[in-house]
């Protein structure tokens, strides 16, 4: 009988210890998932991640690239990163704070995307029509343009807009940095939705200022980023699409380090940069591209534009980017379309003359006057003038609220400003 006690209690014994030395089955384990999870270098990829410590800052990294997160009071986050080039078929992505981390692959479809053979077509292809592959077809009313925060592959924003607009933006405005690679996915995700990308290509680190010297125009022009360059011009003609590149905008103001009033940079110095850039990009076979030159309305201070303009040869398209701040900032005022552009127009079609125009960047501000009377003058602004092809607005809540819908009243102005141009 001592013998069975002995045996029955140790059983007990052992049974309490097994799952008081485990972990709970509850207990949260960190993990991240990826949307995408394959496609080509330059995919912009959004990580979401579950299980983390709350309320605890992190990294993602993925090769040479990385982003910083924050988690909630859940311990959950989402971070975006663009995937960049690997030799290998995968790269893996890892989410990392000081006392958790959980990794995902991401599949490689191909290591670059000028790589890709596209399907032979059944029959010999027609004679190329005596135009510029890269030019849009001549519009028959001002096209109507959107920048968003997602991007090209933020399809609920560009869905959203869609709604707002009451039609589809047929020019998705983006950005990209000298760090990232060519963002075809993002192309051809414009394009199957019908649309043609304005790409801004900005020879820059994101969110490092306007001092950084080794984005130097001359550093540019000395070719210290061909390689680069040629990554991207090769690419570019691989996708073998129209796409509307602009390179260095807003290079008449001083907040961006490609402008020669900072960054150690000098009179004729932007010229030489474009000229080289463009000069590369050509070579490397990327004819299907609509170079655009684009400065900001100029103002007091401003860098004058007849230093800044490369030549007819290496632009194909200029155009402006504006916006109405009204009251929002402590140095701004109201100012009508016409204010803001008409000098601006002026002096582009001075300097380039017989090139389309485009409206790259605008918006207004709610304060300080009626926003929906300004969009509708806009509209009718810009309608008006033949040469200009193209409205793009900023759709962003950012300095202040420039979105389409900041009111109800904005939104129904430009549903209905769009509308009466047809």
Known sequence: MKLFRYILCFAVLLAWAIPAGAAPAH????????????GPAGTS??????????????TVTAGTASAPFKTSASGYFTADLVMPESAEPTVTVRAATATASATAPFT????????????????????????????????????????????????????????LAGEAPSIILSYKDFNQAPPITELEAVRARGALTLLTWEPWAWGGGTAQPAYALDRITAGDFDPYLRQWGQALAGWGH????????????????????????????????????????????????????????????????????????????????????????????????????????????????????????TSSAEQGGSKADWITALVSYLSAQPDITALTWFHYNKETDWRINSSTPSADAFKQALAARR
């Open 27 to 38: 207990a949260a384990m960190a993990a991240i998932t990826l949307s995408p999870n394959t």
């Open 242 to 361: 129209p796409v509307m590149l602009r390179f260095g905008h807003e290079m008449n103001g001083n907040w961006y380090p490609w402008s020669e009033q900072v960054n150690g940079n000098g009179s004729g110095d932007y010229v030489a940069a474009w000229q080289h850039v463009h000069g590369v990009v050509t070579a490397a076979g990327a004819t299907n591209i609509t170079w655009v030159w684009n400065p900001n309305v100029p103002y007091w201070g401003s860098v004058p534009l007849a230093g800044l303009y490369p030549g007819a040869g290496y632009v194909d398209a200029v155009a402006l980017d504006g916006y109405n701040w009204g009251t929002s900032a402590s140095w701004s005022s109201w100012v009508s379309p016409s204010q803001l552009f008409g000098d601006g127009l002026s002096q582009l079609r001075a300097l380039a003359p017989g090139k389309q125009i485009l409206i790259a960047e």
């Open 108 to 163: 490689v479809t191909y290591s670059s995307p000028s790589i890709v053979e596209e399907e032979p077509p059944a029959e010999p292809a027609p004679a190329p029509a005596p135009t510029s592959p890269a030019a849009p077809a001549p519009a028959t009313l001002l096209r109507f343009g959107v920048g968003t925060p997602g991007g090209p592959l933020a399809a609920a924003e560009l869905n959203e807009v869609t709604a």
């Open 45 to 58: 990829v959004t990580i979401t991640g579950t299980g983390f410590p709350k309320k605890t800052s992190g």
